[in-house]
């Protein structure tokens, strides 16, 4: 789109007055270009169909001749309007509701067209729209487009509002990609296909305009990441980690386990990142339980042997402590210092850990958010890790890495996110997948039950207490909630403490102070614990390898990829595994999520569930990272128009002529526009 239609006001559109252009702006359209650029999510379809073709229940348009005068029925200030009419040599019945004023004009032997819905057994139509031919049919074989309208903005005036647009600008419109693109992909013309988008002869014809602006729209955004990428590692303002190869095979040799193949693949990756001059930016993603952990370990080793610090940041406290114990044992015989800190700590301890970290002391913070204020000061950041990073905003990552001189950044994640995601909300960054889980880990064997099977699920839970092994129970709510029907953990494990006498049951809920949770984990983890009830506290992370059993109450109140993550805390031992869903879900959709834990144990399948399940939005919290929103695309649908216009990206601003070649001034123009108002450059 032309710049100067998007600094054109609306006023200056012929019948569209200072209120209305207001009323528009309410809507998100303050410009004619962004009113060009509404497109419709749907078409109305009015072409004349024969009654042969139509099935029952659909929406139809069909041309007939009034047979019989109407009648007219009234009842409690509505009305019923009825008309027999003559269509294909059959007699059908119309029906127009709270329509009396049309009685009049529907005498026999008038042509008359009719929209609506097709009742085949009635031989009847439920008529939403109707017109007469001798007035001069102004819908009738035409596709209308339907779009996103609210306030005092109707159908009819955002068409008529539209079309103004396209008359008076239209021309304006300018072709945005370069034509060898247009030609490759066989794209209509820009102008031409914003054109039929909003004025469609026929389907095929919406669909290629769709198709076009689908592409151009994915380029662009794709354009933006991958232009991003390559001025930014153009530019050596990184930290260059001189990595000697002989140390960490030193190191990875020390390791109390051997690493998997992906593991290697994956370490060398970032290994090969921290070695240049610009800054790293990889997203590390893998199922749980795939050892990213210690591929986390191996990257801080060589960030703390180039004479650098390292930060873990994590979301929970349990987590953040967990995670300084394991680094902490793994960095012990090379004598590398880790650090914990959290919210929770006294102030004395947290003063001490903040001057060891400024004079040089620790080599690794581990912590939570409390690593990103302002009195967290490192005497050499080299290396940010940000583990389960959906959990954190854009700002609290940024702020991480602000810490240092452009430290090297490593982000995790144990939701494994198919492909077409990952390069959409993370395309900034390089993607690295740990495929393979660790020697000996066997498959967790899940179940879906009803509640009526709870006493089962006791005998199982004494069954798994008499071989020596642990249960985590989990429930989704503290307390009791009016709104939600559900067994509550401060309810369940009073009844399994009377269920399970013989048992030590205990409990773990957000509401508890950190000693609190620290003495309940440090219980069960030391194996003096049989059952723990715990909300999902637990789901990142925890690790207590004598827990073969997870059960979840209500299992239908969760999301794929949260149950996928409760499962993973079991499992990671040389025990067999179990995870037992109970629930009775009324919805399709909760029982397809109990269908799909039972068919799967493979993280990325459970993920691409999820997905088609929620959509992109709800699957990560748009808010939280960033994720896009685009007008016409759909991330499932288009994937691989996606895939295509990455790539295409990328190769287009890895040439030297992009930045320089005449052709390619509307996309530089555009990338200017865009990065000029992004205030917050991409994370």
Known sequence: MSSSLFVTPLVNLQGVSSKKAEELHALGISSVGELIEHYPFRYEDYRIRSLTEVKDGEKITVQGTIATM????????????????????????????????????????????????????????????????????????????????????????IRKAIDKALTQFGALIPELLPADLVEKHG??????????????????????????????????????????????????????????????????????FTLTDSQKQV???????????????????????????????????????????????????????????????????????????????????????????????????VGTHALIQEDVYFRSLGLVVVDEQHRFGVNQRSILRRKGMNPDVLTMTATPIPRTLAITVFGDMDVSTLRERPKGRLPIR????????????????????????????????????????????????????????????????????????DATMGTFAAAEMNVLVSTTVIEVGVDVPNATLMIIMDADRFGLSQLHQLRGRVGRGAHQSYCILIADPKSENGQERMKAM?????????????????????????????????????????????EQARDDAAELTSKESFWSSPAYQPLRDYLHRETSEQSEPLD
């Open 598 to 642: 039972t068919d799967t144990d493979d993280g990325f399948e459970i993920s691409r569930r999820d997905l088609e399940l929620r959509g992109p939005g709800e699957f990560f919290g748009t808010k939280q990272s960033g994720m896009p929103e685009f007008r016409l695309a759909n991330l499932l649908n288009d994937f691989e128009v996606l």
């Open 187 to 256: 794209l209509m013309p820009r102008r031409e296909a914003i054109f039929r988008i909003h004025r469609p002869e026929n389907s095929s014809e919406g669909q290629e305009a769709r198709r076009r602006m689908v592409y151009e729209e994915l380029f662009l955004f794709q354009l933006k990441l991958q232009a991003y990428r390559a001025t930014h590692k153009k530019e050596p303002i990184g930290i260059a980690h001189p990595v000697n190869n002989d140390d960490i095979r030193s190191f990875v040799a020390k390791l109390p």
């Open 446 to 517: 899940t179940f879906w039950v009803k509640h009526d099977m709870m006493d089962r699920v006791l005998g199982f839970i004494r069954k798994e207490a008499e071989a020596g092994r642990q249960t985590f129970f989990i429930c989704p709510l503290i307390e009791e909630s009016e709104k939600l029907d559900v067994q509550n953990a401060i309810d369940l494990h009073m009844q399994l403490r009377q269920s399970l006498p013989e048992l030590n049951v205990g409990l773990l809920h957000g509401r508890m102070s950190a000693a609190e949770k």
């Open 267 to 365: 370490i060398n990756e970032i290994l090969h990142d921290m070695k240049q001059p610009y800054t790293m930016n990889r997203l590390l993603q893998g199922d749980v339980g795939a050892g990213k952990t210690v591929v986390a370990a191996v990257a801080l080793y060589a960030t703390i042997k180039a004479g650098h610090q390292g930060a873990l940041m994590v979301p929970t406290e349990i987590l953040a402590e967990q995670h300084a114990r394991s680094l902490g044992k793994l960095f012990e015989p090379v004598g590398i210092q880790v650090g914990l800190l959290t919210g929770s700590m006294t102030d004395r301890k947290r003063r001490d850990i903040l001057a060891s970290l400024q004079m040089g002391l620790l080599d690794i913070l």
């Open 70 to 157: 109407p009648s007219l029925q009234r009842y409690g200030g509505k009305s019923r309007l009825l008309c027999r009419i003559t269509v294909e040599g059959m007699l059908l019945t119309a029906v127009w509701f709270n329509r009396a004023f049309l009685q009049e004009q529907l005498t026999p032997g008038r042509d008359i067209i009719v929209s609506g819905k097709w009742e085949q057994r009635r031989r009847q139509v439920t008529v939403a729209e109707s017109e007469f031919p001798d007035r001069g049919a102004s819908k009738t074989g035409t596709l209308q487009p339907v779009y996103s309208v609210g306030g005092a903005i109707t159908q009819v005036y």
